[in-house]
């Protein structure tokens, strides 16, 4: 076998839908020496990586931790937790990831009422209420910002209705939590479920969690065990609970970097921080129609963290993407599912949600458009952009 070079990843700038850029601050923690997962000082960190989650996602849980896995596990973890087999459960699915849910929830055994919107609009509440009406239902759960597609969902009535018909309330707060405002007692969202890569900017790898008491009470009340061992809340409190019982070997560096990551959210505050990635997500939308683009979200329900921008007639998407990483190094996305080819998704999450960022996309999309011939002026988009921050 040949020797392996040393490796030297190249730098990009990551306005995906995620991961999202990584502060130095944070790859800084990542390279702390590793504490053994049970040693004092280590939990020391984990203590107070807990409370920094309960100030980002606006709670007062002692059920809050991040597990150990990306975003689809924590949404497999509140699936499992939550539900058992028979047990009646109301998705919401406008989107890649709401169908997500739905195949999990399914291979728990869940007798499973899909409310479907269009790929590009909200869940509609009297939709949910309909289908909560048809039967007793255990779990109502929504996409909060659906990554395919950009959709902010409002939650409130959705979290009113199935309330009112005694239903637990799970969010998918991936692409929303650190970005946009997500007050989780306050609303009275029952269990919740984040991811590490998106507007908290830490690497991929972790899946922040919160879940209300009387949740983790039902699910220590099961009539069966969890079919995950990995991933069974009442085993996981006991390691990050006051016990400290051994459950698995935690990825201490990766906590390193959700704590760091956390700490600038805080040094920021969440109302800051909110702003930040309104003004930046206006600017782009301006940019992008300044280039003669159409954006594919309504505007009252698209979400700052994650722009979709329809595709100009015949041109290669796919094509655009690959001039923008190659030449300019800046990473976007193309569309899922039925969106696949029509659609760009750009994320200005977290460390990524910056103005030089903004200007840098507009420039190098306008100047590849027009060499691709698309009639449009190149550097529209950065006019249009400086207008809506100086506005």
């Known amino acids: 076998m040949a020797a392996i070079g040393e490796l030297k990843p190249p730098e990009r700038i990551l306005l995906g839908p995620g991961p999202s850029m990584v502060p130095p601050r944070v790859l800084q923690a990542m390279a702390s020496p590793v504490l053994g997962h049970l040693d004092p000082a280590f939990l020391a960190i984990m203590d107070e990586t807990m409370n920094l989650l309960r100030y980002v996602f606006q709670t007062e849980n002692a059920l809050t931790f991040p597990v150990?896995?990306?975003?689809?596990?924590?949404?497999?973890?509140?699936l499992v937790n939550l539900l058992e087999p028979g047990d009646r459960a109301v998705i919401g699915v406008n989107g890649f990831f709401g169908q997500r849910m739905v195949e999990m929830a399914r291979r728990c055994g869940a007798d499973v009422t899909v409310v479907e919107a269009p790929w590009g609009q909200a869940v509609d509440p009297e939709e949910i209420r309909r289908a909560l009406?048809?039967?007793?239902?255990?779990?109502?759960?929504?996409?909060?910002?659906?990554?395919?597609?950009?959709?902010?969902?409002?939650?409130?009535?959705?979290?009113?209705?199935?309330?009112?018909?005694?239903?637990v309330t799970l969010v998918d707060a991936v692409a929303s939590l650190g970005g946009v405002n997500?007050?989780?007692?306050?609303?009275?969202?029952?269990?919740?479920?984040?991811?590490?890569?998106?507007?908290?900017?830490?690497?991929?790898?972790?899946?922040?969690?919160?879940?209300?008491?009387?949740?983790?009470?039902?699910?220590?009340?099961?009539?069966?065990?969890?079919?995950?061992?990995?991933?069974?809340?009442?085993?996981?409190?006991?390691?990050?609970?006051?016990?400290?019982?051994y459950h698995h070997t935690a990825p201490v560096p990766m906590i390193y970097a959700l704590h760091e990551a956390l700490r600038i959210v805080q040094e920021e505050g969440l109302e800051a921080r909110f702003a930040r990635h309104a003004t930046h997500a206006k600017a782009l939308w301006a940019g992008l129609e300044g280039l003669g683009l159409r954006l594919f979200v309504p505007e009252p329900i698209r979400s700052p963290t994650l722009t979709t921008v329809e595709v100009p007639e015949g041109i290669d998407e796919a094509a655009v993407r690959r001039r923008l990483l190659s030449e300019y190094?800046?990473?976007?996305?193309?569309?899922?599912?039925?969106?696949?080819?029509?659609?760009?998704?750009?994320?200005?999450?977290?460390?990524?949600?910056?103005?030089?960022?903004?200007?840098?996309?507009?420039?190098?999309?306008?100047?590849?458009?027009?060499?691709?011939?698309?009639?449009?002026?190149?550097?529209?988009?950065?006019?249009?952009?400086?207008?809506?921050?100086?506005?």
């Open 68 to 78: 150990s896995g990306t975003g689809s596990a924590g949404m497999e973890a509140c």
């Open 133 to 167: 009406g048809q039967g007793k239902a255990k779990v109502v759960a929504v996409v909060h910002v659906e990554t395919s597609t950009g959709v902010l969902q409002p939650l409130e009535e959705v979290v009113e209705v199935a309330h009112a018909y005694g239903a």
């Open 182 to 245: 997500l007050p989780v007692d306050k609303w009275g969202i029952d269990i919740c479920y984040s991811g590490s890569q998106k507007c908290l900017s830490a690497p991929p790898g972790l899946s922040p969690v919160t879940v209300s008491d009387h949740i983790r009470q039902a699910v220590n009340g099961r009539k069966i065990p969890v079919q995950s061992w990995y991933l069974d809340f009442s085993l996981l409190k006991t390691y990050w609970g006051g016990e400290r019982v």
């Open 329 to 391: 190094g800046i990473e976007i996305a193309g569309g899922l599912g039925p969106l696949r080819g029509r659609i760009w998704r750009i994320g200005l999450m977290g460390h990524s949600a910056q103005q030089r960022n903004v200007f840098l996309l507009l420039a190098a999309l306008g100047t590849i458009l027009h060499e691709m011939g698309v009639r449009v002026d190149p550097g529209a988009g950065v006019v249009a952009a400086r207008e809506a921050y100086t506005s």
